[in-house]
């Protein structure tokens, strides 16, 4: 079975260019979930998708960031126009959910975004 | 918010010894605790989960332990060995929200 895959797995741009990392989960799993790694720091949470609705979207930094997910299957998350401080490691994951709790997560191998 | 806590100095263990692992943290205690290990350049993979209500769970070599007392967890990994070599991540969850706060994670390295 294909676990959470992410494309790109790389992208450098310049600042105030456009991104879209776009994320395709396992199939079957009804949760999304977007999470971002910037140098030096922790692991943080941007947003929850459950099917196609936002659950969770407080992590979001600002609104330069639109997740999307139609039709609840993959999801793009989009940032426009990108800032220096975005740089970082952007990692997608999904999850069946438990009957209560997020459940185990399965991670994707992240986007790393560059920007210049 | 919660604050975690994890040694951000590497554990360096000889292969065959118990690596344990701390996380602590410093508010009101979440409903699961998750343990996961990350391999450079690679997504976090999930180990293990411990709810409130639960002092102790083992998989195989792994055992965590979660003291809401103390607000701390504890994961070993017995018979360690130099494929164990990682960093751990420590995440919690409160009850009613699914997102995960991740600590800065312990980076392991097993001497053969």
């Known amino acids: 079975e294909a676990g959470v895959t992410q494309f790109p797995s790389h992208s450098v741009i310049e600042k105030g260019q456009t991104v879209t990392l776009r994320c395709d989960p396992i199939?079957?799993?009804?949760?999304l979930y977007w999470y971002r790694r910037v140098m030096g720091k922790e692991i943080k949470f941007l947003l929850h998708?459950?099917?196609?609705?936002?659950?969770?979207e407080s992590g979001m930094p600002n609104n330069r960031f639109l997740a999307e997910r139609t039709g609840g299957t993959y999801s793009t998350l989009k940032v426009q126009p990108a800032e220096l401080e975005d740089s970082g490691v952007y990692f997608c994951?999904?999850?069946?959910?438990?009957?209560?709790?997020?459940?185990?997560?399965?991670f994707g191998e992240g986007s790393r975004l560059t920007v210049l | 918010s919660q604050k975690i806590e994890q040694n951000s100095e590497a554990l360096n263990i000889q292969e065959g010894k118990t690596a344990t692992l701390t996380c602590n943290y410093t508010?009101?205690?979440?409903?699961?605790l998750q343990w996961y290990r990350q391999d450079p350049g690679r997504g976090p993979v999930f180990l293990l989960l411990?709810?409130?209500?639960?002092k102790e769970k083992r998989k195989e070599r792994l055992k965590v332990t979660f003291d809401t007392t103390l607000k701390q967890s504890l994961f070993h990994i017995t018979a360690s060995q130099p494929a164990d070599s990682a960093t751990y991540l420590c995440?919690?969850?409160?009850?009613?929200?699914?997102?995960?706060?991740f600590g800065s994670g312990t980076r392991l390295q097993v001497q053969p």
């Open positions: 994951a999904s999850s069946q959910g438990a009957r209560s709790g997020a459940g185990e997560l399965f």
């Open positions: 199939s079957g799993h009804d949760n």
């Open positions: 998708f459950v099917k196609e609705s936002k659950q969770d």
């Open positions: 508010n009101y205690s979440p409903a699961y």
């Open positions: 411990i709810r409130e209500n639960e």
């Open positions: 995440a919690l969850e409160d009850m009613g929200r699914r997102a995960l706060t």
